[in-house]
């Protein structure tokens, strides 16, 4: 075992491996800067020239990009506001809140180091898992899968302080919206239509950055404001966030530990993953009483950026060792191993272990290196919170639409993220967390599939006393009776003081909060009345989920109206309000007008024309900067094409 | 003033809502230019048939003169419809572009998916690759051969993903040896199917004669699984074992000796029908009706080309599951009598995937 290790190590004395390595770890480090494109992205770069290399050189390459990806995607939400890639919208609560209170650096250097120790606890893992891997795996099957994305959507209500009734509105309708497209169980199309674009549903892209990233472009542009506020100096705390990845290590260590777990068993996905790793680090703070998650908790970065590159490692295991894909990208390093005739199985290990430890190598070289090339890359990018937001939306909009477009290659999805972005900016201003909606979308998929194969295999006291999911189940009975307790106890306290980060600087007149009730009741029994068309299997899902969405959205329609009724009436809009519309609509217009010319010129000409009329009217830049700064947005979206193999969507005229 | 940009303004946004409000498709074909041969995948980068088209194209433009490459498109959606309509559409003959298609799609063809504009019966196939596959069970069930389970009372469990799938092939060869499953739909992949067996949750499953090789056989070389039945392969126009699995019985074989009379069953006529297109043909490169000869020849010849080329039998063996490249030109025939059902098979095969197995066909 050694001796492998070891000559597989003294592969890399090859300077020639070291560099396609390199090449990997800075393909990766790009792909994950840009909003919406993670690791998949990132290897559906790199899959063109895999086929003129060697097969340990394609391997270096892949392995380097997947293993870095996540460690640089979170500058982008902790700097922007905007996720980096759908897994790194966890880091939009306490890393970008953290940035705005000036502490970006600090939170920046903390995820790197967690990240790095992350991937590294995940490959120690995955070695010494190997020799034992085989019962571990398959002592895991639908039933514990199953529980596992159960815990994942009572994490949606724990999210949801403050605003419990529409924090689980909106996390019901992320289920929902999970369930457009072909269903799992019965492999037949639900609510889609008859629209090509939606029997793939809406994109797990699309969905992250409309709710988050398109909501923040509307909200921003129009104040003019930069996204930290003021200037505040972010040079100080990146010492710091390195001492506070020191201090909490316990965090660190279970960030990777519930990532590493997240990554063998397949099927329930690194975005779920790292949102499970910041419920459980909230879970830990919260019994010992010293949390801030929400308001910016170093341990709210620390613990999902452990586990992101935890899940990638870990995910190696069902790969290298089943042939089945444990995470995302890959799917795709599957596709190039059996390319070059390395089958993954268990005869790998007794026959190829030498590659096995060469993948372990350059994951564990790549994890280090590319938490030291983040740092590098992080200071010239935290510059950009200082920029006024108008100007950095003129290169964001396209970029942002373009990644969304990636995954359906379907214009279609241009309508999705700016619906989505109009309901992310609403629940913004509302109160409602948003989180709870992404967790429950990618989670709406498994949810269905893994209850329908445990139900059809296994009856009730057989799956019900597996130990894992007995635990599973207890745990989840003690929070609930835990948290029913604890609400009894403070109810005559002040029960509004723990509320998440979203806060919006406006209160919400109480017609507006009826308002978004009455839509959910609206949206609810239009989906009930559709579900008569589906077979007996693919109804049961949209049924309940239906059920259980009308009964919040009229829970919540009563509770508003109580509200209105205390505050004497349903409120008007005052003059800041007016001002904040007009605002919005101005953006919600631009918006239009950026769709209107892509659907017209294409991508790359209409972002063009889109940049240069916005910089000069509403970002009143000069003209000569504009024209350089259009001149940078074409050649980075030319280059986005042609070296990064993006698709870029074309119009009607060209 | 207020008031009237605003107003202004919401006349705005409903002239620029009216402008955005049909979406240009995205499948317009454009040449990608000289040397460069346009490929239309309709599935995502990155899965099995992507990576089939990459490794053949790469291969097929090593030796053909004037092409410097093959230009690789993906056009996922619709389940592999959107790609193969805009395919269809752009109806190009001269061999500029081409479309790499799978099982699925062809099994969407003959099942009459509705939003299906292509009619796989009338395009031409230029080179196929076929695989073999092998349904074997594991533990749990006590069954080591397709004896023990005629012999079985209760129903064993087939995981499979979904009935109008691939499983379907797996499905009709078990119904025409008489023997009753209940199928447990809904699995991931064949990955997934492969550990619920290992986990004893299901009891059957259908994998390609490369995987099982892989994965499965050292399992059965420790006797914790057993090989049942294999689809075969195809020699001439008769099934013959695999012969990588020289010990595993064809379907038509069990056939043979369980029930004679079967072999004219409406039963097993759809399951040859589906089986000839879902295995012996599983993935092929395509072009479009009324394509030209000298493009039909040209890949017939490539194949031949291929065929005999030692150094490449070598390293293709992993990429092609260890099957030799077929020419269209070769197997159109079969093919397409494959593909042209009967209506009463046709009727049968769909009565039986939806009321036995709770497919949903439209």
């Given at each position: ?54 097969p ?263 790969t290298l060792l089943f042939g ?10 599957l596709g190039i191993l059996l390319i070059f005739g390395v089958q993954p199985g268990p005869t790998l290990i007794t026959q190829d272990?030498?590659l ?299 | ?190 990955g ?15 994998q390609t004669t490369a995987t099982y090789l892989s994965q499965v056989q050292p ?98 063996k992993s990429a092609?599951g260890g ?40």
């Amino acid at each position: 075992m050694l001796e492998a290790a070891f000559s597989a190590l003294s592969q890399f004395a090859d300077p020639t491996m070291l560099i396609y390595l390199g090449v990997g770890v800075a393909v990766g480090l790009v792909i994950g800067v840009i909003p919406g494109l993670g690791g998949t992205g990132a290897v559906a770069v790199l899959l063109p020239f895999v086929f003129v290399l060697e097969p340990s050189q394609a391997i270096a390459m892949i392995i380097g990009a997947v293993a870095v990806v996540h460690t640089s995607d979170v500058i982008t939400s902790v700097v922007l506001g905007i996720p980096g890639s759908a897994s790194a919208s966890v880091f939009l609560l306490d890393g970008h809140t953290m940035a705005k209170e000036g502490n970006g650096g600090r939170a920046l250097s903390a995820s790197f180091i967690s990240s790095m120790i992350g991937g590294l606890i995940g490959i120690v893992a995955l070695t010494v898992v190997v020799p034992i891997a085989q019962p571990v795996v398959t002592a895991f099957g639908s039933p514990e899968i199953f529980a596992l994305v159960v815990m994942g959507i009572f994490l949606t209500a724990t999210l949801s302080k403050g605003n419990v009734v529409k924090g689980l509105l909106i996390s019901v309708f992320g289920l929902a919206l999970g369930m457009i497209g072909v269903s799992p169980v019965s492999a037949e199309y639900r609510f889609t239509f008859g629209s090509e674009y939606l029997t793939e549903g809406i994109g797990l892209v699309a969905a992250a950055l409309g709710i988050f990233g398109v909501a923040e472009i509307i909200d921003l542009v129009a104040q003019k404001k930069s996204v930290a506020g003021e200037k505040i100096k972010l040079g100080s705390g990146w010492r710091q966030g390195i001492t506070d990845a020191l201090r909490y290590k316990s965090d660190v260590l279970r960030g990777s530990a519930v990532g590493v777990g997240v990554g063998i068993l397949p099927g329930v996905g690194s975005t779920a993953g790292s949102w499970l790793a910041y419920g459980q680090a909230q879970a830990f703070a919260s019994r010992r009483g010293d949390g801030r998650f929400g308001k910016g908790d170093p341990r709210g970065v620390i613990a999902p950026s452990a586990a992101s590159n935890g899940i990638e490692s870990g995910a190696l295991i069902p790969t290298l060792l089943f042939g089945v894909p444990g995470a995302a990208p890959f799917a795709l390093l599957l596709g190039i191993l059996l390319i070059f005739g390395v089958q993954p199985g268990p005869t790998l290990i007794t026959q190829d272990l030498d590659l096995v430890y060469f993948i372990v190598w350059s994951f564990a070289i790549a994890s280090v290196v590319g938490a030291a090339l983040a740092f590098f890359m992080a200071r010239p990018l935290a510059k950009l919170s200082h920029v006024r937001f108008p100007i950095l939306a003129a290169g964001l909009i396209p970029i942002l639409f373009m990644s969304g477009f990636q995954e359906p290659l379907d214009l279609h999805v241009f309508y999705t993220m700016f619906l989505l972005g109009i309901i992310g900016w609403i629940c913004k201003m509302t109160n409602i967390p948003r989180a709870p909606f992404l967790i429950a979308y990618v989670l709406a998929e498994p949810l269905e599939r893994y209850y329908f194969l445990t139900v059809n295999v296994f009856t009730p006291s057989e799956w019900l006393t597996r130990p894992f999911v007995a635990v599973i189940a207890l745990v989840l009975v003690g929070v609930v009776a835990m948290s029913v307790i604890r609400y009894v106890r403070t109810r005559n306290a002040e029960s509004q003081a723990m509320q998440m980060s979203e806060l919006s600087d406006l209160k919400a007149p109480p017609f507006m909060d009826l308002g978004v009730s009455l839509v959910g009741v609206v949206f609810f029994i239009a989906m009930l009345s559709l579900v008569g068309g589906f077979s007996d299997n693919g109804r049961v899902f949209p049924l309940v989920v239906g059920i259980m969405g009308l009964v919040l959205a009229v829970l919540s329609l009563v509770r508003d109206a109580l509200r209105a009724r205390s505050e004497g009436g349903l409120g008007r809009l005052d003059a800041a309000w007016r001002e904040r519309l007009n605002v919005v609509g101005m953006s919600a217009l631009w918006l239009l007008a950026f769709m209107a010319l892509v659907f017209l010129f294409g991508m790359l000409i209409g972002s063009v024309i889109f940049a240069l009329v916005f910089l000069l009217v509403v970002a009143r830049l000069k003209v000569l900067p504009t024209l350089i700064y259009v001149g940078c947005l074409a050649a980075a979206l030319y280059a986005l094409v042609e070296f990064a193999m993006l698709v870029p969507p074309s119009g009607y005229l060209i | 003033m207020k008031r009237e940009l605003s107003r202004r303004g919401v006349l705005a946004l409903a002239g620029l809502a009216g402008l955005t409000a049909c979406a240009p498709a995205q499948t317009r074909y454009q040449p990608s230019g000289e040397g460069i041969i346009d490929v239309v995948v309709p599935y995502s980068s990155g899965g099995g048939t992507d990576t089939w088209a990459r490794f053949i194209t790469a291969e097929l433009a090593s030796r053909q003169e004037g092409v410097d490459r093959y230009q690789i498109d993906n056009v996922p959606g619709g389940e592999s419809i959107t790609g193969t309509n805009a395919y269809v559409s752009a109806d190009v003959t001269d061999g500029r572009q081409l479309l790499v298609s799978s099982a699925t799609t062809y099994f969407q063809n003959m099942l009459g998916h509705h939003t299906a504009q292509f009619d796989f019966a009338e395009m031409e196939p230029l080179v196929f690759n076929g695989t073999g596959a092998v349904l074997w069970t594991g533990e749990s069930a006590g069954v080591r051969d397709v004896y023990d389970l005629l012999e079985r009372a209760e129903r064993v469990k087939y995981g499979g993903m979904s009935a109008s799938g691939l499983d379907a092939v797996a499905l009709l060869a078990l119904e025409t040896l008489g023997i009753k499953v209940d199928g447990v739909f809904g699995f991931e992949g064949r990955g997934p199917t492969r550990l619920a067996v290992q986990r004893n949750e299901t009891d059957l499953d259908f994998q390609t004669t490369a995987t099982y090789l892989s994965q499965v056989q050292p399992l059965v070389d420790d006797g914790r699984a057993f090989p049942l039945m294999s689809v075969g392969i195809l020699e001439g126009d008769r099934v013959v074992r695999d012969p990588a699995l020289p010990d595993v019985p064809t379907v038509d074989e069990l056939l043979e000796e369980i029930n004679p009379q079967g072999r004219e069953g409406i039963a097993h006529q759809a399951y040859q029908s589906f089986v000839t297109p879902g295995f012996f043909f599983q993935k092929g490169l395509w072009s479009n009706a009324g394509t030209e000869t000298a493009v039909i020849d040209a890949y017939d010849d490539l194949v031949a080309e291929m065929n005999s080329d030692e150094e490449f039998l070598e390293e293709s063996k992993s990429a092609l599951g260890g099957y030799d490249l077929i020419s269209g030109k070769d197997v159109r025939g079969e093919f397409r009598t494959a593909l042209e059902l009967d209506p009463e098979v046709l009727e049968f095969t769909r009565a039986f995937l939806t009321d036995e197995h709770g497919a949903v066909l439209d």
